[in-house]
């Protein structure tokens, strides 16, 4: 596994494959790896022949009230773990390398973008859209690989890679969880012990909504008020955003005429660390008796 660090580098490497007609998977991350991304890596490796992953924390998506300085780093870990998982290159660029002089270029899918997470992070998307861009400039692959969990973020890379005509496929992957149900998170490491054993309230606060959806309750609104109470009988946990939407657009939906999948979408405040889950759940139609 080759480990490298400057843009000329990766692109002279993955040349090389190219040359030999080898099609490239990359999965971008900001490292501290978990089981969420090695399955990306292991889906990326049975479908490519070369396999790419990124690590680097990328300045441009963190407010300055965020948790970038705190974020968690260990970069023989991770190339430790990625070996093990028969990754081919890992990009582990430093801020400089990335950004050499501040950036006057950025990408904003601006309808995406102010949604949900983006409005109570501005900002945030924009930083995301504009790395990704600039690491599928980089890397060229043929499939790139992002996981379900942070849902508005694989929308927004899906709209932007379609906007811009990229020739990239992008995989979403279904998320991964620990085995009492808690979506893996690199930040799940920040959790103390009560709040650790508590934060489960979050995926079975999702299967609750999906078993509500099963009995035909349709209604966003209905779904909302379901979850957070949900969510605050937990006295640990702080929702932060506990939204319905129509999977395929995030926005709110008439329930007379629900779509054919809601995305529950959560945020939620476990002392200083905040944690996302989701769930798309498929709606039955109102031909088959569901009630709003």
Known sequence: MQVIDTIAGLRAAIAAHRRAGRTVGFVPTM????QGHTTLVDRARAETDVVVTSIFVNPLQFAPTEDLARYPRDLPRDCALLEAH???IVFAPAVEEMYPRPMETIVDVTALSGLLEGER???HFRGVATVVAKLFAIVQPDRA???EKDYQQLLLIRRMVADL???IAIVGVPTVR???GLA???RNVFLGPAERAVAVVLSRSLADAEAAVADGVVDGRALERRVRAFVEAEPLAAPDLIAVRDADTLLAYDAAEPPRAVVV???VRFGRTRLLDQRVIPVRPASEGARP
Request: proline content about 8%.
């Open 31 to 34: 490292g501290y790896l978990h």
């Open 86 to 88: 028969r990754c081919d």
């Open 121 to 123: 992070r501005p900002g």
């Open 145 to 147: 690989y992002f996981g």
């Open 165 to 167: 005509s990229m020739p």
């Open 178 to 180: 620990e085995d009492d």
């Open 184 to 186: 893996c998170s690199s």
């Open 265 to 267: 979408l959560l945020a």
